[in-house]
């Protein structure tokens, strides 16, 4: 039995790599077109330090796909220079009204051979191209799909030949016209078999890894497919006064978002904003207003569940039919799910919270008589809730988990809900499909999910409901069993309930996710970040294999090798009993770092515990942003002083928006620095302070201002510079319990003081309040981790880490008192007790309601 299972694990690794290889095709080398300047577009250097030589016939191949919603198709994809005498290019040429866009060039001359692929193929799908050059036959031949052309060339070189994808500036063959594709995959075989493989498969980097011969690429300014398929990318944001709602056309792949003075259309397609003030006055847009689009009346819709009406925006008129919705006294649908029915021209609410209450009503709104009723349901299934996902279909949808109580009493044990239900609109009825198990840390989820009926999957956000610094993440389930997946990275999301919404939407044009969060501040603005993610989305960024024919390969000797260790066991098993495991007791030793999840004492003796571990102040080269800012040359000189009010804010702003996001526009800018002043004066104080603040950081090395995608950045090169906040990111970074070591190491950052304590800007106040509950979060996470007795003398001091930051702290107070009193340190823990409620009656003007008893027994 030992080795039958030995044998079935064995074999279940094999099928598993195997499968890896399969899978996993979202990735290749995208390319900046005409889209941006001249010297920002994208380019591909087969052979950066010298051209390639190949004697004989030699092919090369690739994958190509275009990029949608591009405004120009047009220029060079290939271009091969033989001995920089003979260039044979293929373009691809839109001024043509005919078919045939793809064009060969040999010298100056246009080739015969002219292609094109099928219907959608060129941006739906990849499309392998092969150029075989045939020196013996004195012809080339273009092969694409299953079809190919030839065409005599006289070769006039000696078999050195410089290959460049897209745009290069190689010598007179230089060009920065290209049409927006993306190519993956690019083989040159010599004689038959491939001499180089560059699968462009990277997600980081300007190099692109060959590899057969190891001859790295050189790729300029490229977009990484992978990267896009992992990490969400913030696009844009906006700012409104009050409440704030958001909606999405599919058809035309625009985000709508609705504020009380104008709407904002942000097309993802052209990456634009457009403002529009309401012609029609005013639109109120209360707590609980939810917003949809109904494509085919081409109509948005602005939703007032507790009002019980709806308006609807004409885009041409730039008005709302109805502007005079005066507020009911309100009952609440907060975060209640929404979905269109086009078979009953209805619209749908289900759920929502208000007033410590959870609701279960289905409401319907029917569009053509303007009419208002209360689904009566035929079943029980479908408990008091929010915080669902909702995904519609033809026949009604799907909503999947939440956060309420059976009674729908906030007060009678509210929980969270892990159900997956199905609502007939037809029947007027719930069905439940499953329930998944409780996780670990519980969730909730953001308003929709994506729904894939063909592969009976869906797509929805979550993140836990308890926490103000929060992250979103993307899961994909099944609609027919109880799993799900965690795919692409985290994105940011400040969550309060009445203040905070989150919505998944899916760009079917553009083949990516759209989240959108909104979040309500204190000044009663409502900041709106839309971010996108390419489809399929990615578990990890691990590198894929370079080909269909390698990755085979590959699988075949791990297959072979795997199952030569199975023989091996079996022999061993029965021709050498008790060989195996008889060394058990001999402990092989360890080579490498030990991971932090394996931390122990043990492996860190040196570890002092009773205090921070003081590292050497980094006087040299170094940004510091805990405590007063402060930053050093690699001289040792403080440049802090340079800074003039004004530009140590817009310093601070870019910096901040460039390590958290990809950068900050200059709309934005103004918006936070200029607000009081017009387009062109605000223009002006921008181009000053900027030039200003360039010539401060060209006194450090590695550190600079740049525009290159659009948004205003500060590019460090952070192996070179140290920032201590990008040092805190790192360790909270992964939101895991942080080990002894990792806490003393935050220990160390933020003993300099609390984040930028000596400047003060509104903007400013969201990063610092996140970060101080994020670090107290930290401490108070891994203090539930531990139980008193095991380490008493290192809680006292966890403790005070959160004093620092909240110094009316409740748990943090129990901590200490609890360690103290196991200490033996009675009257130290009384004292720590009198001076909490002390600080506790100074802030809130009320006695702490617990005693010192109390206190060590909870």
């Not at 039995?1 to 890896?20: D, E, G, N, P, Q």
């Not at 191209?129 to 020196?135: A, P, S």
């Not at 993306?182 to 590899?211: C, F, M, Q």
């Not at 600079?704 to 201590?724: A, H, N, P, R």
Request: aromatic share 14%; charged share 25%; net charge positive.
């Amino acid at each position: 039995m030992k080795f039958r299972f030995i044998l079935f694990c064995i074999w279940s690794i094999a099928l598993s790599c195997v499968l890896s290889e399969v899978r996993g095709q979202s990735y290749g080398l995208g390319f900046e077109s005409f889209e941006a300047v001249q010297d920002k577009r994208t380019g591909l250097d087969l052979s950066p330090d010298g051209p390639i030589c190949l004697d004989g016939d030699f092919e090369l191949s690739f994958e190509l796909s275009f990029l949608r919603n591009k405004k120009t198709y047009f220029g060079y994809i290939v271009r091969v220079i033989g001995d920089d005498q003979q260039n044979i290019d293929l373009i691809y040429d839109n001024s043509s009204v005919k078919h045939d866009h793809f064009k060969l060039i040999i010298g100056e001359q246009f080739s015969p051979i002219a292609f094109d692929f099928q219907g959608d193929d060129l941006f739906a799908k990849w499309n392998r191209i092969t150029l075989r050059f045939q020196k013996q036959k004195q012809q080339i031949t273009v092969v694409y799909g299953n079809r190919n052309f030839s065409q005599p060339v006289k070769y006039i070189t000696k078999g050195c030949y410089k290959i460049l994808f897209g745009a290069n500036q190689y010598k007179e063959f230089r060009t920065t016209d290209l049409p927006p594709m993306k190519i993956r995959h690019v083989e040159l075989r010599s004689e038959g078999r491939i001499a180089y493989n560059w699968p462009l498969n990277e997600t980081d980097g300007s190099k692109a890894t060959e590899e057969i011969g190891r001859k790295a690429a050189l790729a300029t300014n490229p977009i990484w497919i992978k990267k896009l398929h992992y990490e969400w990318k913030l696009l844009q944001t906006v700012t409104l006064k009050g409440y704030v709602r958001v909606g999405f056309d599919e058809k035309s792949s625009n985000v709508f978002v609705i504020g009380q003075d104008s709407l904002v259309r942000f097309s993802l397609a052209g990456n634009r904003l457009v403002t529009m003030p309401y012609q029609s006055g005013k639109q109120p847009v209360y707590v609980d207003n939810q917003v949809l689009f109904d494509p085919g009346r081409n109509r948005l819709y602005n939703i007032f569940l507790n009002e019980k009406q709806v308006t609807a925006f004409d885009t041409l008129t730039r008005s709302w039919d109805k502007s005079d919705i005066a507020a009911q006294a309100k009952t609440y649908y907060l975060q209640a799910n929404k979905f269109l029915s086009p078979a009953d021209s209805s619209i749908y609410m289900l759920g929502g919270y208000g007033h410590l209450a959870y609701k279960k009503e289905v409401q319907r709104y029917h569009l053509p008589s303007g009419t208002w009723q209360q689904i009566a349901l035929k079943d029980s299934v479908f408990t008091p809730r929010y915080l669902a996902a909702l995904g519609a279909t033809s026949g009604g949808a799907y909503v999947m988990g939440g956060y309420g109580s059976s009674t729908g009493q906030q007060m009678l044990s509210p929980r969270n809900w892990y159900d997956l239900l199905y609502f007939d609109r037809a029947q007027r009825k719930f069905r439940k499909i499953y329930e998944l198990k409780v996780p670990k840390e519980d969730f909730v989820f953001g308003n929709s999910m994506i729904i894939n009926e063909k592969d009976s999957s869906y797509y929805a956000l979550i993140f836990p409901k308890h926490q103000f610094s929060s992250e979103l993440q993307l899961i994909k389930g099944s609609l027919t069993r109880p799993e799900f997946k965690l795919v692409g990275s985290k994105v940011p999301y400040q969550f309060i309930d009445i203040e905070s919404f989150a919505d998944l939407f899916y760009d079917k044009a553009n083949g990516r996710f759209v989240a959108v969060t909104l979040y309500r501040d204190a000044n009663l603005q409502t900041k709106v970040a839309i971010y996108s993610l390419y489809a399929p989305p990615l578990e990890t960024v691990a590198p894929q294999t370079a080909s269909t024919e390698s990755s085979a390969g590959r699988s075949l000797w791990i297959i072979a090798g795997l199952f030569a260790a199975a023989l091996l066991v079996y022999w061993l098993y029965h021709y050498m009993p008790g060989q195996l495991g008889k060394q058990k007791a001999t402990k092989a030793p360890v080579v490498g770092p030990v991971p932090e999840s394996e931390y122990t004492p043990a492996a860190h003796q040196a570890l002092v515990d009773d205090e921070i571990v003081e590292k050497a102040a980094p006087y040299q080269s170094c940004i510091l942003l805990f405590g007063n800012l402060q930053l050093y040359d690699e001289d040792g000189n403080e440049i802090t002083k340079h800074f003039s009010p004004l530009v140590k804010e817009l310093f601070l702003v870019i910096l901040l928006y460039s390590i958290r996001w990809d950068g900050i526009s200059s709309e934005k800018l103004k918006e936070l620095l200029w607000f009081d002043k017009p387009s062109e004066s605000a223009r002006n104080n921008r181009s000053v302070n900027i030039a200003k603040l360039k010539a401060i950081l060209d006194k450090m090395k590695y550190c600079q201002v740049s525009k290159e995608t659009g948004y205003w950045k500060i590019k460090i090169d952070f192996g070179k510079i140290e920032v201590d906040y990008m040092h805190y990111l790192t360790l909270l970074g992964n939101r895991k319990l942080l080990t002894k070591h990792s806490i003393i190491e935050l220990a160390s950052i933020t003993k300099r003081g609390n984040f930028l304590s000596n400047v003060e800007y509104e903007w400013l106040d969201s990063f610092k309040s996140e970060i101080s509950n994020e670090i107290v979060d930290a401490y108070l996470r891994y203090a539930a981790s531990v139980k008193i007795a095991d380490d008493p003398e290192f809680l006292v001091k966890l403790a005070n880490y959160v004093f620092y930051f909240d110094p009316v702290n409740e748990e943090a107070m129990i901590l200490k008192c609890k360690a103290l009193a196991h200490l033996g340190k009675h009257s130290l823990a009384k004292t720590t007790f009198e001076n909490f409620a002390r600080e506790y009656n100074r802030i809130y003007g009320e006695d702490f309601r617990k005693d010192m008893p109390e206190v060590l027994h909870s």
